[in-house]
């Protein structure tokens, strides 16, 4: 069983900054692709970042130019460094990781964590 713990989210103003974490934990797994998803009250939850095992990223058009994504593969842990933010930013952020157990077929789940509310004032 794979477990993600978020940390990082918080109040801040419109133009501030923010970077995530987000750490896998568990025993005898791999890490494939990793990411962060965000959601607000009545809306589905759309894709802010991701990135690859290579790695690759890919980002949501509305973020581009002001979040990075990045990973630390031997921590299994993957961050989004949130500048410029504004107050449309505002949202639960899910961290997302796609894990397996290695193996000659490895069979791939996803996994996300609980949540962490990042809130931009204007």
């Known amino acids: 069983q794979v477990h993600l713990v978020e940390s990082g989210g918080g109040l801040v103003q419109a133009g501030g900054s923010l970077t995530l974490s987000c750490v896998a934990s568990?025993?005898?797994?791999?890490?494939?692709?990793m990411g962060w998803y965000r959601q607000v009250p009545g809306k589905q939850r759309e894709l802010v970042a991701t990135?690859?095992?290579?790695?690759?990223?890919d980002y949501a058009d509305s973020v581009k130019g002001r979040f990075t994504i990045s990973r630390d593969n031997a921590k299994n842990t993957v961050y989004l460094q949130m500048t410029s933010l504004k107050p449309e930013d505002t949202a639960v952020y899910y961290c997302?990781?796609?894990?397996?157990?290695?193996?000659?077929?490895?069979?791939?789940?996803?996994?996300w964590g609980q949540g962490t509310q990042v809130t931009v004032s204007s």
């Open positions: 997302y990781a796609e894990c397996g157990t290695p193996g000659i077929v490895t069979t791939w789940y996803d996994y």
């Open positions: 568990g025993s005898g797994f791999n890490v494939n692709t």
């Open positions: 990135i690859g095992s290579i790695p690759n990223t």
